[in-house]
């Protein structure tokens, strides 16, 4: 199993432009999650979804946007990329049947918008 | 809602024994208390997780009082290879489906040689 992969690794944006997180988990896992994390910062989690077809809004959703149309993949969104949204982000999985709600973290993208 | 608070800063010297405590005064019922580790460069690993008492694995162990309002990491005879930052998170079976884990700044370990 490849556990939970991001892609790209980096990405390097200008101010306006648009661009897509792809998350991909091979665990079956109903619950999939994005996060931010800024230096010297913990995690900050953006969107969730806890099955296909269905997302929420997590703590700092604003600027984003995720699909979930299939069960293993979680999109991210940017429409107008701004320099705020510089950070590495992180995709997460986990199964509810665990009662407990462990998350498995993907190894994160690092995007940067000039 | 859980919210946890632990130390943003420890230093610690290879071969010793670690603890990083942390609070956790409204906890739940229902919830439970999840340690994660985090290299630079890496997404957070599951390192431990408990509800009451102590729990041990091959990389921890975690106490946790009675009163459940705090709870230990402790990693034996840390290494160099232990330096990352430890989040404790604190959160019920279905606070997957509610966005309600949530990662506080953590606590950064430093293991010296």
């Known amino acids: 199993n490849a556990g939970v992969t991001q892609t790209p690794k980096f990405r390097v944006l200008k101010t306006g432009q648009s661009m897509t997180l792809l998350c991909a988990q091979d665990?079956?896992?109903?619950?999939m999650y994005w996060y931010r994390q800024d230096p010297g910062m913990g995690l900050r989690l953006i969107h969730y979804?806890?099955?296909?077809?269905?997302?929420a809004k997590g703590e700092v959703p604003d600027g984003y946007n995720v699909s979930r149309l299939k069960k293993q993949n979680f999109l991210l969104g940017l429409e107008s990329a701004a320099p705020s949204q510089t950070s590495v982000y992180f995709c997460?999985?986990?199964?509810?049947?665990?009662?407990?709600?462990?998350?498995?973290f993907g190894p994160g993208t690092r995007l940067t918008v000039l | 809602l859980a919210k946890t608070t632990q130390p943003i800063s420890m230093d610690s010297y290879e071969g010793q024994e670690v603890n990083i405590t942390c609070s956790h005064n409204?906890?739940?019922?229902?919830?439970?208390i999840t340690w994660y580790q985090q290299f630079p460069s890496q997404g957070p690993r599951f390192i431990i997780q408990?509800?009451?008492t102590k729990v041990t694995n091959e990389v921890a162990s975690l106490f946790i009082p009675a009163d459940r309002k705090s709870s230990t990491l402790s990693l034996p005879r840390v290494s160099l290879s232990d330096t990352a930052v430890y989040y404790c998170?604190?959160?019920?079976?279905?606070?997957?489906?509610?966005?309600?884990?949530?990662f506080g700044q953590g606590t950064t370990l430093q293991v010296k040689p």
């Open positions: 998170l604190v959160g019920g079976p279905n606070s997957g489906n509610t966005g309600k884990l949530i």
């Open positions: 979804s806890v099955g296909e077809g269905t997302t």
């Open positions: 409204n906890i739940a019922t229902n919830d439970y």
């Open positions: 997460a999985s986990s199964s509810h049947r665990t009662g407990t709600d462990t998350q498995y």
């Open positions: 408990g509800y009451k």
């Open positions: 665990m079956n896992h109903e619950y």
